[in-house]
């Protein structure tokens, strides 16, 4: 048998563990462009690099792998080009670009076909008032660059507030300022992409969130009719193909009563796909590291409906969470600090009644 490649993740967060947790079985070793030593990924093998992103920390990362990815869309993609230049990267940078700049993600959408919400540029106060007249209030302006988990924004409701939106976030660049959508709910589609273009799709997860950050997906979302579906895939495979993207692609969207919106998208595995680990038969992990290694993809099947509850700034009483049937506690081997994502825990049941017994019982132990 031909010896497996070493794979090297730019990144050595919670995600960059659980891919080389999904590795490890398949005996493929992996390395970390992470300069925290104590990164929730150092323990499944070596974190390279340094924060000056000196030549021989990444000189040693291109010598620890044979073929990379990356865990995260905010990495500098001067570094990234600078290991493509010798070794594959997946999924590849065009894909990492569009992903970081919301000017280019939704301009993207736009020319694909897809759905987003109404939208304008702004790079000046001026804009920002032209903005408010053309979409009308309220309106959700974002930075165009790394935003995460809400961070960044600013919900503009009364045209007096323009000056504290232009205080608060005129100086982080350029801004993008959307019509602000009354949407039923959020989901999200994950889907992974071989080099051949073969395309396997997670179902769709139906996502909660709390002060901007993921609280809880439940697998699959609930009352999803056959166009919705059909939507969805639609776009994430219009997205994977234009993007020649090897790897997992995650397409945040908006369920309205117009249909499905886009709001953003990752190039990576995403944390409402950490379900999928024990909830369906190929996680998003093992699938990611399949694809980019060029191995065939695994069923993206969920037998039992799951749902996956983030643990944030405060750890549970481990043991109450292991006494749930069925529980499966991940921690990431964080210190706590508010707004911290710290772990998750999945739980699956045959019915979706009895899911929603196991997620109160766990709730109530978050
Ligand atoms: P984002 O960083 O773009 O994913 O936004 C974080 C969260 O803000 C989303 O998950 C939504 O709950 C909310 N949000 C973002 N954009 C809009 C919008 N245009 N209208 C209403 N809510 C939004």
Known sequence: MKPLPRLGIFG???LGRMLA????PLDVRCSFYEPA????????????????????GLADFLASADVFTYEFENIDVALVEAIAAHKPVYPGIVSLQKAQHRLAEKSLFGELGIPTPAWRPVHSREDLEQAAGALGLPMVVK????????KGQFVLRHSDELDACWDALGGQGSLIAES?????????IIAVRAHDGQTVIYPLSENRHQQGILSISRVPAAAVTAATLEQAQTYIRRLLDHLQHVGALTLELFDTEQGLLANEMAPRVHNSGHWSIEGAECSQFENHVRAVLGLP??????????????????H???DKVLAVTGAHLHLYGKTARPGRKLGHITVSADDPQTLEGKVAQLQALL
């Open 12 to 14: 050595g967060g919670q």
């Open 21 to 24: 947790m999904a590795a490890l």
């Open 37 to 56: 030593a104590a990164a929730p990924a150092a323990v499944l093998g070596p974190c390279l690099g340094d924060a000056r992103h000196s030549p021989a």
């Open 143 to 150: 930075t165009a660059t790394m935003g995460y988990d809400g």
């Open 180 to 188: 602000f959508v009354a949407f039923r709910r959020e989901l999200s």
């Open 297 to 314: 993809l695994g069923s993206t099947a969920c037998p039992r409906p799951t749902a996956m509850l983030n643990i944030i700034g405060r």
């Open 316 to 318: 549970p009483d481990r």
